[in-house]
C-alpha cells in the first residue's frame, strides 16, 4: 500500500451542518457504514477512510435544490439549506488506478443520501498511478493537426446534415462537394452510426474515394469523423475498416459507450477518437447535481479522447460563454505531461463567433464545427470556408470583425447573412 491520494472537490447542498454533510460523504464512499459493525475499526478508517480536507461555506439558501433529502429532526420544521464546496481525500488502495473504480468512488451513491439536497462533482486532482495505466490521447493536438495539415487557425469543420435519412449516394456527393470547399475537418452526426438504410461499411466505402479524389486534386486529405459508436466488438470492427480505407478519424459517443470502453478502443486504435458527449446535460445541467465539465473532461482525457465536444457561443443549448470557455482551456490544460484533447466547438457557430471564443480562450487549438454558417453561406460552401477562416484571421489580428470584413468578401456575406446573431 502507498500513501497516494485522489482528491474530489464538490459543490454540496445539505439542511445539516456542512461539517455532517461532507463526513458522511467521506464515510459513503469509502470505509464508512451508517451504524458501526464488528470490524470497523479505528485502525481500519485510518488506513481506508476518505478524508474531508477542507470546507469552504457559501450562501443559506430557504428550500432544497432536489427532492428526497431529510434535515435533522430537530429543526425539520424550519431547516435551512446550507451550500458550500468540499476537499475530500480518497486512498488511492481503495480501488487502485482504475477509471471505473474511481467513477463509483467518486460518483457513486453520495448522490442518493439523504444529508444532501444538492452534490455536484466539480474537480478531481489524480496521482501519477492513472498516467502509468492509461496512455491518455493517442494524437492529441499535434498529431491532430499534422494529420488535418493545419498549422495554426483552427479546424475548419462541419457536421454531415440531415443526421438522419441521407443515402449512401446522397453522402457521398455531400462529402465531395464539402472537401472540395477546402473544409479541415467533416463528422457524422451523433445519431448517424449503423442504419439499415445506409450500413456503415457501405458509408465508409462511399466516403473515402470521394475524398482521395479531392486529395490527389488539392494535395489537402479532408479529416472524416465516423461515427464508430456501437458494442465493443463493432468498434473495434469499424476502427479497422476505415483504417483500412484510409481514414484519419473515428468518432465516439463516449457517455453511451463509458470510460471502459473508450479506454479499451484506445489500446487498439491507430486513429484520433473524436470524442462527442451527447448525454452530458443529463449529468451536468443542474447546477446542484451530477458532474461537472471540468471533472468529466479529466476522465475521458485520460481514457484516450483526443478531441472532446465542449458546446459552443452564443450557440442554442444551456451553457454560457464563460462556460464554454472555462471548457475549452479545461481540455487544454496539461495533465499528465501533454494530456490535452482539442476542443470541438459547435452549435450555431459562424465566422463571428470567433472573436469572442479567441477573445475567452487566447486559444485556436480548437476544432471549430458550424453547419448553416458554412453550408448556408449566401456565396456557397467555399464561402462559407473561407469567412470562418477570416473570422478567426481578424480575432488574432485584433482588427474588429467588421473593419476586417471591408477587404474580405466571404466574411462581409456571412455578417449580412448571420450578423443578426452578434
Given amino acids: 500500500m502507498n500513501n497516494e491520494r485522489v482528491i474530489a472537490t464538490y459543490l454540496i447542498e445539505t439542511p445539516h451542518a456542512l461539517e455532517d454533510a461532507a463526513a458522511v460523504i467521506a464515510g459513503e464512499q469509502s470505509s464508512g457504514t451508517f451504524v458501526s459493525v464488528p470490524g470497523e475499526t479505528s485502525e481500519l478508517k485510518e488506513r ?11 450562501d443559506t439558501v430557504a428550500s432544497p435544490s432536489l427532492p428526497g433529502s431529510k434535515p435533522p429532526k430537530s429543526s425539520a420544521s424550519s431547516a435551512k439549506y446550507h451550500r458550500g464546496r468540499v476537499r475530500v481525500s480518497f486512498p488511492l488502495h481503495n480501488f487502485g488506478a482504475s477509471l471505473t473504480s474511481l467513477h463509483s468512488t467518486v460518483a457513486g451513491n453520495l448522490y442518493e443520501l439523504q444529508e444532501l439536497s444538492g452534490i455536484r462533482l466539480e474537480d478531481l486532482e489524480l ?6 495505466r492509461y496512455p491518455g490521447p493517442g494524437f492529441g493536438i499535434a498529431g491532430t493537426r499534422k494529420l488535418a495539415q493545419v498549422e495554426k487557425l483552427p479546424l475548419i469543420g462541419t457536421i454531415i446534415k440531415p443526421s438522419i435519412g441521407l443515402s449512401t449516394d446522397a453522402l457521398a456527393s455531400l462529402v465531395r462537394d464539402l472537401a472540395t470547399a477546402g473544409l479541415d475537418f467533416i463528422k457524422d452526426d451523433e445519431l448517424q452510426a449503423d442504419p439499415t438504410y445506409a450500413p456503415f461499411a457501405e458509408r465508409v466505402a462511399a466516403v473515402m474515394p470521394e475524398i482521395e479524389r479531392v486529395a490527389d486534386q488539392t494535395g489537402k486529405k479532408t479529416m472524416y469523423a465516423f461515427n464508430i459508436t456501437g458494442d465493443i466488438d463493432h468498434m473495434l470492427r469499424s476502427h479497422d475498416l476505415v483504417k483500412q480505407h484510409g481514414g484519419t478519424c473515428v468518432m465516439v459517443n463516449v457517455n453511451s459507450v463509458g470510460l471502459a470502453a473508450v479506454a479499451h478502443l484506445r489500446k487498439h486504435c491507430d486513429l484520433p477518437i ?3 458527449r451527447a448525454n452530458f446535460g443529463a449529468m451536468s445541467r443542474h447546477p446542484l447535481l451530477g458532474i461537472g465539465f471540468t471533472a468529466f473532461q479529466k476522465l475521458f482525457r485520460l481514457a484516450g479522447v483526443d478531441h472532446l465536444h465542449v458546446g459552443g457561443f452564443n450557440s442554442k443549448f444551456y451553457e454560457t460563454n464563460d462556460e464554454v470557455g472555462q471548457s475549452i482551456v479545461d481540455c487544454l490544460t496539461p495533465m499528465f505531461g501533454d494530456y490535452r484533447a482539442m476542443p470541438a466547438i459547435s452549435s450555431a457557430q459562424w465566422a463571428g463567433s470567433a472573436p469572442e471564443i479567441y477573445a475567452a480562450t487566447r486559444t485556436t ?10 453550408i448556408a453561406h449566401p456565396d456557397g460552401t467555399a464561402a462559407g470556408v473561407r469567412s470562418m477562416q477570416q473570422g478567426w484571421e481578424a480575432a488574432l489580428a485584433g482588427v474588429p470583425l467588421d473593419e476586417y470584413a471591408k477587404d474580405h468578401d466571404e466574411l462581409r456575406s456571412a455578417i449580412k447573412k448571420f450578423g443578426g446573431r452578434r
Avoid at 487549438?365 to 458554412?374: E, K, Q, R
Fill in 48 to 58: 481506508f477512510g476518505a478524508r474531508v480536507l477542507d470546507i469552504t461555506p457559501l
Fill in 274 to 276: 473524436h470524442g462527442h
Fill in 365 to 374: 487549438d480548437v476544432v471549430h464545427l458550424a453547419g448553416g454558417g458554412i
Fill in 127 to 132: 496521482p501519477a498511478p492513472f498516467a502509468e
